[in-house]
């Protein structure tokens, strides 16, 4: 048998490999950081044996509440991933499955590789509506790649949305693949009526360092970027300090930032209850926006979700409460489940890649409710 993680966003360390019914493995820090959470391993070799993986260190993790209820995916063809039968006894995480194949891989969530983040810009550079402006170089001297929809009329509102700041998030990039999709179809009302008010300013991951490295929350450096919105650094967190300066330029009238929850099995929003310029104008902008979605799309919900901040005190280091605070313009934390939708649960897959998309495309509906009253 043998395991490798020498692809993107590969992660696992062996302890042991010895018997099939009890692989020993420990989840891999993040780079220059104690965060842990993210693995992603290829197991070959190990056809229809009953397959007993063990993560040694699960309950050190940074979410340990992520494994409550948690099923790992697995793919053999990188395409398709499907849940696999996973246990978490407070100490120790175990995938029991009998691979069919020779050459398996186990994730903690479906990834979305480099590759296939530089195929959507090609995508969405194919388009007449759609250019992309490299923003300046990552870490790790990644292009941070920006696309601009729309003709740049400065009378046009300026959305903005970014993704993967936590790049283990991978959901949240899946999500900008199905609103790219969407947002480019010549045929879809809302799309073209949406381009002709405003320009979007997408950046579909914001941490390609972190996402290449297989790490869950930091970029190449250690920064958790969103804790880093206040006071950026060319040197240790390039990739905040470059968008920041691009929406300076521009201005921001609604800004999305896509994330995954490791332990709520919910899609929800978080706000900017708590920032000092919070005003009725932006609370009823907040309340527009999760009406449209709730009437456009039953994966998302207002139930459950993060404790609201008190007044007064957001923590302005993080993107959705510094632009909220900066540009006095709506402003949420978009969060989908790295489990699945209590709600509306999938047995073979739960939450998924292509529900993200979906979720990702549905998000035209509410930005369309609100565009009118932005400012
Ligand atoms: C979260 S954002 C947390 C927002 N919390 C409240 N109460 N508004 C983070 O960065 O910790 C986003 C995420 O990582 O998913
Ligand atoms: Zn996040």
Not at 304 to 318: F, H, V
Not at 342 to 359: I, M, T, V
Request: charge should be negative; aromatic fraction near 12%.
């Amino acid at each position: 048998m043998n395991i490798s993680t020498a692809f993107d966003s590969g992660s696992v360390d062996i302890v042991s490999l010895e018997r099939a019914d009890d692989i020993q493995l420990k989840i891999r820090k993040d780079s220059q950081s104690d965060f842990l959470q993210w693995f992603h391993f290829r197991l070959q070799g190990a056809a229809g044996e009953n397959c007993r993986i063990r993560f040694l260190n699960a309950g050190e993790t940074s979410y340990v509440k992520g494994w409550e209820d948690y099923r790992a995916v697995a793919s053999y063809d990188r395409k398709h991933w499907f849940r696999v039968p996973t246990s978490f006894d407070g100490k120790e995480l175990t995938i029991e499955h009998c691979p069919q194949s020779n050459s398996v891989y186990y994730a903690y969530f479906e990834p979305y590789s480099s590759e296939r983040h530089l195929d959507l810009i090609g995508m969405a550079c194919e388009s007449a509506w759609c250019e992309v402006e490299r923003l300046g170089a990552t870490v790790d001297g990644r292009d941070l790649d920006l696309l601009v929809l729309g003709d740049g009329d400065p009378a046009k509102r300026k959305i903005w949305v970014t993704a993967r700041q936590h790049p283990g998030e991978t959901m949240a990039e899946w999500f900008i693949e199905g609103l790219l999709e969407r947002l480019l179809d010549e045929d879809d009302a809302v799309s073209r009526s949406l381009l002709a008010k405003a320009t979007f300013y997408i950046v579909p991951n914001i941490n390609p360092d972190g996402s290449a490295r297989g790490n869950l929350r930091t970029n190449a450096a250690g920064a958790n970027l969103n804790r880093e919105w206040m006071t950026p650094s060319l040197e240790f967190s390039p990739e905040v300090y470059l968008v920041r300066q691009k929406m300076h330029e521009t201005g921001v009238d609604l800004f999305l930032d896509a994330h995954g929850d490791e332990a709520l099995p919910y899609v929800f929003v978080a706000g900017c209850e708590g920032n000092p310029n919070y005003s009725p104008r932006l609370m009823q902008l907040e309340n527009a926006f999760k009406q449209y979605w709730l009437q456009s799309n039953p994966d998302f919900q207002d139930q459950q979700g993060y404790e609201k901040d008190k007044p007064g005190e957001a923590n302005l280091t993080l993107a959705t409460n510094y632009v909220g605070q900066h540009f006095d313009c709506l402003a949420y934390t978009i969060e989908m489940p790295f489990k699945d939708n209590a709600n509306l649960p999938d047995e073979e897959y739960g939450w998924s890649g292509e529900r993200s998309r979906k979720l990702g495309a549905s998000v035209l509906q509410p930005i369309f409710g609100v565009i009118d009253q932005l400012r």
